[in-house]
Nanobody, 114 residues
């Protein structure tokens, strides 16, 4: 399986970004999906998750109310809408697909700075 993130970049505080993650090589719709992030010198942390069937979502407290995770099973794509971005959201963002196997993307850099 392969996951490829895109859509990161540089944005000012208060701005928005919407990275996406394209999947191939496995049955995307059967997998629970997540976004993680890792800032320099910090451990990787879970940002948001969405389940495979009922599409129930969950979020880290630090992003609740600002980020929205969604999936399009017809397009094999995972999304993360990020609004009201803060400098502390700066990190490399990774998508993850898990069921029996666990797949990771290569990451996309998000930088929030004025």
């Amino acid at each position: 399986g392969l996951l490829v993130e895109s859509g990161g970049g540089l944005v000012q505080p208060g701005g928005s970004l919407s990275p996406s993650c394209a999947a191939s090589g496995f049955t995307f719709s059967n997998y629970s999906l997540s976004w993680y992030r890792q800032a320099p010198g910090k451990a990787r942390e879970l940002v948001a998750s969405i389940t495979s069937t009922v599409r129930s979502t969950s979020y880290a407290d630090s992003v609740k109310g600002r980020f929205t995770i969604s999936r399009d099973n017809a397009k094999n794509t995972l999304y993360l809408q990020m609004n009201s971005l803060k400098p502390e959201d700066t990190a490399v963002y990774y998508c993850n697909a898990r069921r029996i196997l666990n797949y990771w993307g290569q990451g996309t850099q998000v930088t929030v700075s004025s």
